[in-house]
């Protein structure tokens, strides 16, 4: 059971002989608070997921929407052993390694599916959006962003790659 301690007032000296450590302990547990574990509190994950990719955009200058609809469920399915801490490094590494302005189950978590932990599942329409995402970013890449060639070879108008391009966060 995870405790928070609060300071209430430590007499330095005390402190600094190293003895009647009772007498620290009484005032330093001045009042305990029981902070259920992560796993146990479902609907804090994603307000504080979005809090820290909040500061991450803030302080690191990141460009970044949020995450696909894969990385919710997986956020929402994952017991979080390691509590709040595991998520914000979850989050953190999804940051660093997304390739565009959307972080992706393959950022959050590269060894999700390798380590035996079941990945969430997703609907038709998000693993549908996902393959698209990837393959207007491969058609892309390969032809150096030429947009009205990748509309071209895509079967589309260009405004409807630009429209696509925003939505899954390509540029």
Known sequence: MPALILHAEA???????????EDLYFRLHVLEIHLAPLRERR???????REFLRRLVRDEGRDLAGWSAEVEAWLLAHDWPGNV???????????????????ELCDLAPSA???GEPSAPVSLAGHL???QREHIRRVLTVLG?????????LGIDRTTLYRL??????S
Not at 43 to 49: K, N, R, S, Y
Not at 87 to 101: C, K, P, S
Not at 145 to 153: L, M, T
Not at 165 to 170: I, S
Request: proline fraction near 3%; avoid cysteine.
């Open 11 to 21: 007499d330095p000296a005390v402190v600094a002989r190293g003895r009647d450590q």
């Open 165 to 170: 391009m925003r939505k899954h966060g390509l």
């Open 113 to 115: 599916s390798a380590s």
């Open 129 to 131: 959006d996902r393959a």
């Open 43 to 49: 609907e804090d994950i994603l307000p504080l997921a």
């Open 85 to 103: 801490r595991e998520l914000q490094n979850a989050i953190e590494r999804g940051a660093v390694l997304a390739e565009g302005d959307l972080i």
């Open 145 to 153: 962003g030429k947009r009205h060639s990748a509309a071209e070879i």
